[in-house]
């Protein structure tokens, strides 16, 4: 199952709302899960099952979606939330990500 | 808290073997129902998906390297370890092992090892 990102890069300042989108060559039902990382560091998970907060890990983040379309929001971002975030999916054995979003400051 | 951390050389020779092993502390590698696996980043890259293993030795491997790939488990040492054979150039990435726990999420991921294909 292929996983399409966009954008593959964005360019926000501190309080925006920003959205990047995931989409899957198939549905995938929920089974969509959301990464954060940071240069030189392993990823963290952010959301699981599209919309699950993983714990300790900030409201301001959300997850939306199902079957092949797929969204996760930072309502208000932070200095700490400039990253690569990467969706993957857990529908198929063949686990696979999508190729990446890169937040960068405005 | 569940801790993992890659060993293992940063350097093979193309037509080599490349050999992981990651340490598991923190908790049991057989309990609950968690997929040890390995995931690698290419330099700049994005992430692709190794492997994994069942503490009882049942393996899944990405098509793309399974006829190169051997993970295999030691539950005595709560280890887990990567050998992938014939590598080249398009094997160096960063691998980093984690946990893929109730065959649904990554929760805990090692540091990363670099290892570099060159001669």
């Known amino acids: 199952i292929q996983m399409t990102q966009s954008p593959s890069s964005l360019s926000a300042s501190v309080g925006d709302r920003v959205t990047i989108t995931c989409r899957a060559s198939q549905s995938i039902r929920s089974s969509l899960n959301w990464y954060q990382q940071k240069a030189g560091k392993a990823p963290i998970l952010l959301i699981y099952?599209?919309?699950s907060l993983q714990s300790g890990i900030p409201s301001r983040f959300s997850g939306s979606g199902s079957g092949t379309g797929f969204t996760l929001t930072i309502s208000s971002l932070q200095p700490e939330d400039f990253a690569t975030y990467f969706c993957?999916?857990?529908?198929?054995?063949?686990?696979?990500f999508g190729g990446g979003t890169k937040v960068e400051i405005k | 808290q569940v801790q993992l951390q890659e060993s293992g050389p940063g350097l093979v020779k193309p037509s080599q073997t490349l050999s992981l092993t990651c340490t598991v502390s923190?908790?049991?590698?057989?309990?609950?129902?968690?997929?040890w696996s390995w995931i690698r980043q290419p330099p700049g890259e994005g992430l692709e998906w190794v492997g994994y293993?069942?503490?009882?030795?049942?393996?899944f491997y990405n098509p793309s390297l399974s006829s190169r790939l051997t993970i295999s488990v030691d539950t005595s040492r709560n280890q887990f370890s990567l050998r992938l054979t014939s590598v080249t150039a398009a094997d160096t990435a960063v691998y980093f092992c984690a946990r893929y726990r109730d065959y649904i999420l990554f929760d805990y991921w090692g540091q990363g090892t670099l290892v570099t294909v060159s001669s």
């Open positions: 293993i069942y503490y009882n030795g049942n393996t």
């Open positions: 993957q999916q857990s529908y198929s054995t063949l686990l696979t």
């Open positions: 923190g908790g049991s590698i057989t309990s609950g129902d968690n997929y």
């Open positions: 099952d599209a919309s």
